[in-house]
Nanobody, 126 residues
Framework: QVQLVESGGGLVQTGGSLRVSCVAS????????LGWFRQAPGKEREFVAA????????YYTDSVKGRFTISRDNAKNTVYLQMNSLRPEETAVYYCAARFSTYEYIASTMGMYDYWGQGTQVTVSS
């Protein structure tokens, strides 16, 4: 069982930066592939970024490539999402998710993840 707790959300102006974090409980954090998703008001939850167990492999949705960076610190049981050049349409609740993996696996669909955090609100003002 893994519990995920996101933090770092807030209000930022268009073009600004924000880093959200997700801390996981448990001693096998390095065995989990991790992902970030977001859900805007009235919209479905969508994939943002994912990272493999070692951190060597990452994957992003097209709209955030070059602006967002996912990373992880296995010693701190933490995954990060650094978001630069934020846009108003990226206002959403950001969720982290985890999937137990025995190899370098990256998942971009919600159904592939077993554990979810409760989310952190990111608001980008225009």
């Amino acid at each position: 069982q893994v519990q995920l707790v996101e933090s770092g959300g807030g209000l930022v102006q268009t073009g600004g930066s924000l880093r959200v974090s997700c801390v996981a409980s448990g001693r096998t954090f390095s065995s989990y592939s991790l992902g970030w998703f977001r859900q805007a008001p009235g919209k479905e939850r969508e994939f943002v970024a994912a990272i493999s167990t070692s951190g060597r492999n990452t994957y992003y949705t097209d709209s955030v490539k070059g602006r967002f960076t996912i990373s992880r610190d296995n010693a701190k049981n933490t995954v990060y999402l650094q978001m630069n050049s934020l846009r108003p349409e990226e206002t959403a609740v950001y969720y982290c998710a985890a999937r137990f993996s025995t190899y370098e696996y990256i998942a971009s669909t919600m159904g592939m993840y077993d554990y979810w955090g409760q989310g952190t609100q990111v608001t980008v003002s225009s």
